[in-house]
């Protein structure tokens, strides 16, 4: 089993402290832009933001999901202790799923839970506006400068300008209100009970619903995640198609460079990052728009 890494010792200890229960069986889950652990016995989970300048958009995501779940919305759902922060990293703690070992699937499941998500009101609580998507990316290119080469460092600085100025006039089709923000497959969970619930939460804001709708088409192109035909079981559920808007495609373009940012602020410390973000880098800088982009190990 995975040991839980020393960084994020002291926030659990701060969680047991503040939730008053044991954290001697923490069990490690999943590591990327956040940590997260299981504690079984206080049927806990806890996620670990290395970004302390996440805790204004994960105050956000639990108040939104914490009001979502009163109004029976399959979503994960927070604990009572609300999000703080230790040693720089943000703390959040959610009740523990029973998760199914078999996995949520694609498609329709994806579809139905964005279109019911969509026609949701405007939640009673702060909710951040979705105005520059580019904020985390443009963030980790100058807190870590050692984390791509000064001619990718350029290129990148470069195309956050341009595609900014693309989203700054994005004719939407749709409404804006409340969505998601990172709403694909991996973050689907389907429990021991049969139901499929949404979860991170992290990118929550208003915002143009296309932002949700094309995740699952990035994901098809970069990462070889969805069939065609769970894409036309994604449309169907949801009942528009955003790949006949006219503005899918700098949508996808936004989303590559966008997701760059957990990678670029561990390519100093971590090899396995340093490299995925030159990988990237190479395919986006030479117009490859058919080569496939690696999922994180850990």
């Given at each position: 089993?995975?040991?839980?890494?020393?960084?994020?010792?002291?926030?659990?200890?701060?969680?047991?402290?503040?939730?008053?229960?044991?954290?001697?069986?923490?069990?490690?889950?999943?590591?990327?832009?956040?940590?997260?652990?299981?504690?079984?016995?206080?049927?806990?989970?806890?996620?670990?933001a290395s970004n302390?300048?996440?805790?204004?958009?994960?105050?956000?995501?639990?108040?939104?999901?914490?009001?979502?779940?009163?109004?029976?919305?399959?979503?994960?759902?927070?604990?009572?202790?609300?999000?703080?922060?230790?040693?720089?990293?943000?703390?959040?703690?959610?009740?523990?799923?029973?998760?199914?070992?078999?996995?949520?699937?694609?498609?329709?499941?994806?579809?139905?839970?964005?279109?019911?998500?969509?026609?949701?009101?405007?939640?009673?609580?702060?909710?951040?506006?979705?105005?520059?998507?580019?904020?985390?990316?443009?963030?980790?290119?100058?807190?870590?400068?050692?984390?791509?080469?000064?001619?990718?460092?350029?290129?990148?600085?470069?195309?956050?300008?341009?595609?900014?100025?693309?989203?700054?006039?994005?004719?939407?089709?749709?409404?804006?209100?409340?969505?998601?923000?990172?709403?694909?497959?991996?973050?689907?969970?389907?429990?021991?009970?049969?139901?499929?619930?949404?979860?991170?939460?992290?990118?929550?804001?208003?915002?143009?619903?296309?932002?949700?709708?094309?995740?699952?088409?990035?994901?098809?192109?970069?990462?070889?995640?969805?069939?065609?035909?769970?894409?036309?079981?994604?449309?169907?559920?949801?009942?528009?198609?955003v790949r006949d808007?006219?503005?899918?495609?700098?949508?996808?373009?936004?989303?590559?460079?966008?997701?760059?940012?957990?990678?670029?602020?561990?390519?100093?410390?971590?090899?396995?990052?340093?490299?995925?973000?030159?990988?990237?880098?190479?395919?986006?800088?030479?117009?490859?728009?058919?080569?496939?982009?690696?999922?994180?190990?850990?």
């Amino acid at each position: 089993m995975p040991q839980i890494p020393p960084e994020v010792e002291g926030a659990l200890a701060e969680v047991g402290a503040r939730c008053n229960v044991p954290v001697d069986d923490a069990r490690l889950m999943h590591q990327h832009s956040n940590t997260a652990i299981a504690l079984p016995a206080a049927r806990l989970l806890v996620r670990v933001a290395s970004n302390p300048d996440a805790l204004e958009s994960i105050i956000s995501s639990v108040a939104v999901t914490r009001w979502l779940a009163s109004r029976d919305y399959p979503c994960v759902e927070p604990a009572e202790v609300g999000p703080f922060l230790v040693d720089g990293r943000v703390v959040s703690v959610w009740r523990l799923l029973d998760v199914a070992d078999k996995p949520a699937g694609a498609g329709a499941g994806l579809g139905r839970l964005l279109r019911a998500l969509h026609r949701q009101p405007t939640p009673p609580v702060p909710l951040r506006r979705l105005t520059d998507p580019f904020e985390s990316v443009a963030a980790a290119v100058e807190q870590h400068p050692d984390g791509m080469t000064e001619a990718d460092r350029a290129w990148v600085r470069d195309q956050i300008g341009q595609l900014r100025r693309s989203w700054a006039v994005l004719d939407t089709a749709l409404p804006t209100g409340l969505v998601h923000g990172d709403a694909h497959t991996n973050n689907l969970i389907r429990t021991t009970a049969g139901e499929v619930v949404l979860g991170d939460w992290d990118h929550v804001a208003h915002g143009p619903r296309e932002w949700d709708l094309i995740q699952p088409h990035y994901m098809a192109r970069r990462f070889g995640r969805h069939a065609e035909e769970d894409l036309c079981r994604f449309t169907e559920a949801y009942g528009w198609d955003v790949r006949d808007w006219p503005g899918a495609g700098n949508l996808i373009n936004i989303r590559e460079i966008t997701g760059l940012s957990p990678y670029i602020r561990k390519a100093p410390t971590d090899s396995w990052s340093r490299n995925e973000v030159a990988h990237r880098l190479s395919t986006l800088r030479y117009g490859d728009m058919s080569a496939r982009w690696n999922s994180p190990t850990r």
